[in-house]
């Protein structure tokens, strides 16, 4: 769970004291990490010589490659602080703080701007960078600030594409049911895990289904079944192993 984001202000003891802003640690707004994945994958499944279920962890993998977008919420201790957010974009309230910083390996200058917003129970964040053409917008997003995790990124590449590269969509139920979405170009992964740990897989290429997969609670069997292009059924049957 994050942490909330907050700004605070010293206490004036006297009209010589001039007020100073200082910051709490700026929130990773994104839930996901190394060590908190979307979907944590049963262990007998990842080690299964089973084909089905070398499927199954490679596409439960694409969907936790998320984890890898933790690295752009890191904000360096002299990154400047402000509540201006980005020009041009749609930020544009009070409650609106943006971190801005230079990464400089001797070779390649980036601009960095990082805002982030919450309201109605949710953080609402973008990321630009700049590489020497102004500022570009590479990644937004959302995350409840609940326990239940529900939310939203939209990957539009280093370089600020006017196209969605990426998209995630994810959304936990009370009872501890999670579901998360990946589509990239014309391919969707819908994802669903239950509370003991079983799941399934849809595969959608171009809105049509492509496969489908399901794996039990220990990791051990599950089924399989594969469409042809037209959506209608190839091959179904189950693995185990």
Same mark, same amino acid.
């Given at each position: 769970?994050?942490?909330?984001?907050?700004?605070?202000?010293?206490?004036?003891?006297? =009209?010589?004291?001039?007020?100073?802003?200082?910051?709490?640690?700026?929130?990773?707004?994104?839930?996901?990490?190394?060590?908190?994945?979307?979907?944590?994958?049963?262990?007998?499944?990842?080690?299964?010589?089973?084909?089905?279920?070398?499927?199954?962890?490679?596409?439960?993998?694409?969907?936790?490659?998320?984890?890898?977008?933790? +690295?752009?919420?890191?904000?360096?201790?002299?990154?400047?602080? &402000?509540?201006?957010?980005?020009?041009?974009?749609?930020?544009?309230? =009070?409650?609106?703080?943006?971190?801005?910083?230079?990464?400089?390996?001797?070779?390649?200058?980036?601009?960095?701007?990082?805002?982030?917003?919450?309201?109605?129970?949710?953080?609402?964040?973008?990321?630009?960078?700049?590489?020497?053409?102004?500022?570009?917008? +590479?990644?937004?997003?959302?995350? &409840?600030?609940?326990?239940?995790?529900?939310?939203?990124?939209?990957?539009?590449?280093?370089?600020? &594409? +006017?196209?969605?590269?990426?998209?995630?969509?994810?959304?936990?139920? &009370?009872?501890?049911?999670?579901?998360?979405?990946?589509?990239?170009?014309?391919?969707?992964?819908?994802?669903?895990?239950?509370? =003991?740990?079983?799941?399934?897989?849809?595969?959608?290429?171009?809105?049509?289904?492509?496969?489908?997969?399901?794996?039990?609670?220990?990791?051990?069997?599950?089924?399989?079944?594969?469409?042809?292009?037209?959506?209608?059924?190839?091959? +179904?049957? =189950?693995?185990?192993?």
């Amino acid at each position: 769970m994050v942490s909330v984001l907050a700004l605070t202000f010293m206490a004036c003891g006297s =009209d010589d004291e001039v007020e100073t802003p200082k910051t709490t640690a700026p929130v990773i707004a994104l839930t996901f990490n190394a060590q908190n994945p979307p979907v944590i994958v049963p262990g007998p499944l990842s080690a299964s010589s089973n084909q089905r279920a070398k499927e199954i962890v490679d596409i439960l993998r694409s969907a936790n490659a998320i984890t890898s977008y933790g +690295s752009y919420f890191i904000v360096p201790e002299d990154a400047e602080v &402000s509540q201006n957010p980005v020009a041009g974009s749609s930020f544009q309230n =009070d409650n609106t703080t943006v971190y801005s910083w230079t990464f400089n390996n001797g070779s390649q200058f980036v601009n960095t701007a990082y805002q982030i917003s919450e309201a109605e129970g949710a953080y609402r964040f973008e990321i630009y960078f700049d590489y020497g053409d102004g500022l570009k917008k +590479s990644l937004e997003g959302r995350e &409840s600030v609940n326990e239940l995790r529900n939310g939203f990124l939209l990957d539009y590449g280093l370089n600020g &594409s +006017s196209q969605i590269q990426l998209d995630y969509e994810w959304i936990e139920s &009370s009872s501890n049911e999670f579901n998360i979405i990946l589509i990239n170009a014309g391919r969707k992964i819908e994802i669903q895990v239950e509370n =003991d740990k079983s799941g399934a897989v849809d595969v959608f290429i171009d809105n049509i289904a492509n496969a489908s997969y399901t794996w039990d609670g220990s990791g051990t069997s599950g089924t399989y079944t594969y469409y042809n292009s037209s959506g209608i059924v190839l091959q +179904s049957g =189950d693995w185990a192993g």
